[in-house]
């Protein structure tokens, strides 16, 4: 496709599942990374991929959160034991490059509600 | 902490008016200031976007204007259509060193523009 791919659109999850987000950027683009967004506020960074090196993961909130992206495309966000306060929705963005004055292209982003 | 400031929180204005959102920035080691403009169910999308070394960039109806001494920027949307009705992030990305492009996302300001 050409833009960011991200699924399922919607999840409900009951507290204490486990769960596992898709991301898949735009061909070809080196940089990913995973924004938590909460009701009525900014995306915040979770994480950032340089190919399939995570290369930065100071913005996960606990160690139930969990993410990949063995061979530099697609990417998994695993969340354990969901919480009620994991409840947002999750957008992954690509970039063409590491750190140069390029856009990030966001997904549609994948809406976790934890029941 | 909250690095990057946003208001309002909130703002309506007429068809044909200017709509004004406001930002402030702590940390002076960002080098690219975008604004995104996300609609319900959607991902955030690039809107326009300024590096520091510029006091204003305009694109159609939509102009930034930065105060680098000042730690501050601001988007004006001239002649504001209903269709501009959407949420606004502004937005700051970290420069270099450990900071992978990385975006550092203002609370959101929901513009609703009466016809």
């Known amino acids: 496709g050409a833009g960011v791919s991200q699924s399922p659109r919607y999840k409900v999850a009951k507290r204490g599942q486990d769960v596992a987000l898709r991301c898949d950027p735009i061909?070809?683009?080196?940089?990913l990374f995973w924004y938590q967004q909460a009701l009525g506020q900014g995306p915040e960074f979770l994480t950032y991929f340089q190919n399939e090196a995570q290369l930065d993961k100071s913005g996960l909130p606990s160690d139930r959160f969990f993410a990949e992206r063995p061979e530099g495309s697609v990417s998994t966000l695993k969340i354990q034991r969901t919480q009620q306060e994991d409840s947002a929705v999750y957008l992954c963005?690509?970039?063409?490059?590491?750190?140069?004055?390029?856009?990030?292209?966001f997904g549609q982003g994948t809406r976790l509600t934890v029941v | 902490q909250q690095q990057v400031k946003q208001s309002p929180q909130s703002l309506i204005v007429q068809k044909g008016g200017i709509s004004i959102i406001n930002c402030a920035y702590e940390?002076?080691?960002?080098?690219?200031f975008p604004w995104y403009q996300q609609f319900p169910g959607k991902g955030p999308a690039l809107l326009i976007a300024i590096r520091p070394d510029v006091s204003e960039k305009k694109e159609g109806r939509f102009t930034i204007s930065f105060n680098k001494s000042a730690k501050q920027f601001s988007l004006h949307i001239m002649d504001s259509q209903p269709g501009d009705s959407a949420t606004y992030f502004c937005a700051a990305r970290g420069a270099g060193g450990t900071s992978y492009g990385k975006l550092t996302f203002g609370q959101g300001t929901i513009l609703t523009v009466h016809p």
């Open positions: 061909s070809g683009h080196v940089s």
């Open positions: 963005a690509s970039t063409p490059v590491e750190g140069a004055n390029t856009e990030a292209f």
């Open positions: 940390n002076t080691a960002f080098d690219y």
